[in-house]
């Protein structure tokens, strides 16, 4: 037999070896790839996570920016609120050392009211004692007054008991106009100063009487001043005097706007000594001088008054005769 030779044995053998490594090689290679694939796969991956990450991180970069502008504005607020919060805390400061300055004060006004409150009992208890020596002098001084009016009331008496004992009175024919106007002109001074107005009021014909003339005229005064003094204090001061015939009787009437006689004095009012003025002011003669002169010419005066409406006084005085005496000789 021909004998191979040893290079066509080993080939095939070399191939083979070759082939496997080849195999292996491409084994290998195919494990490179699929671990270059998986790579690979990985970066893609990767990428894409990155990606995702690029992108959570620009949502976040955009929060984050609104967080720091919502953090400035906070920041503003905070500012703003710290320096209110300053100022509050000033303002109170301020009130707390207003309300401790008060509260001294307080407590000093209190000090001093109670130092008031001690001067005010020791003054009240002086001025007690001062108005029991008051109430006692004015006692005192009533008592005197009291004493001084009756003196004077028992020297007017002395003294119309020393005209009780004068002469005669004469009477003859009068005119009753004539007296008043005597009258007034003796009270018009007076009555101007107080702003008094008379107005009269007499028939156009001569009213005659037989009286006295002075005594007459000093029914006149009686009547005016009483009625001067009742307009003292009233807002309307009037007098009018008015004079009527009836018959055989003149009457006349004297009236004020005054406040009237209090109600119940009507039946006083002529009586001696009775008066409503003052203490001092008067005598309480006039009234009832004037009744007894008008009782002595025979005729009649009475007194109409409400309180508040003003007084009349009428006088009814019998007319002269045409014989020239009255109803009944004197």
Do not use: W
Not at 163 to 178: D, M
Not at 254 to 260: F, L, N, Q, S
Not at 281 to 291: D, K, N, Q
Not at 319 to 330: H, P, V, W
């Amino acid at each position: 037999m021909n004998s191979v030779p040893q290079e066509l044995i080993a080939a095939p053998v070399q191939r083979t070896i070759q082939l496997e490594q080849l195999q292996e090689d491409y084994q290998r290679l195919l494990q490179e790839k699929r671990a270059l694939e998986m790579l690979v796969q990985k970066d893609e991956e990767r990428r894409h996570a990155f990606i995702h990450i690029l992108s959570d991180l620009n949502t976040l970069n955009r929060k984050l920016t609104d967080q720091r502008k919502a953090m400035i504005h906070i920041l503003a607020d905070y500012e703003q609120d710290r320096s209110r919060l300053a100022g509050q805390t000033e303002r109170l400061d301020n009130s707390r050392r207003a309300l401790m300055h008060l509260l001294q004060d307080s407590h000093q006004a209190n000090l001093r009211l109670e130092h008031s409150r001690k001067a005010m009992i020791h003054i009240m208890s002086d001025l007690k004692e001062t108005t029991e020596a008051v109430q006692h002098r004015e006692q005192e001084l009533r008592e005197k007054q009291e004493q001084l009016v009756q003196a004077g009331k028992l020297a007017t008496l002395g003294e119309l008991s020393t005209f009780g004992r004068a002469a005669s009175v004469s009477y003859e024919p009068v005119v009753i106009e004539q007296v008043m106007e005597r009258a007034l002109s003796l009270m018009a001074e007076q009555l101007r100063l107080r702003q008094i107005e008379v107005q009269v009021h007499f028939p156009a014909d001569e009213v005659i009487v037989i009286g006295n003339a002075i005594q007459l005229e000093q029914v006149f005064i009686n009547l005016l001043t009483n009625a001067r003094d009742a307009l003292t204090g009233v807002p309307r001061k009037v007098i009018s005097i008015t004079c009527e015939v009836h018959a055989d009787v003149v009457e006349l009437r004297v009236r004020d706007t005054g406040p009237g006689i209090p109600e119940g004095l009507e039946q006083r009012i002529f009586d001696p000594f009775f008066t409503t003025k003052k203490v001092g002011t008067g005598t309480g003669l006039g009234l009832s001088i004037t009744y007894g002169i008008i009782k002595d010419h025979q005729g009649i005066i009475s007194v109409d008054s409400r309180p508040g409406e003003g007084a009349l006084f009428v006088i009814h005085l019998p007319l002269i005769r045409q014989e020239g005496t009255r109803g009944d000789d004197i």
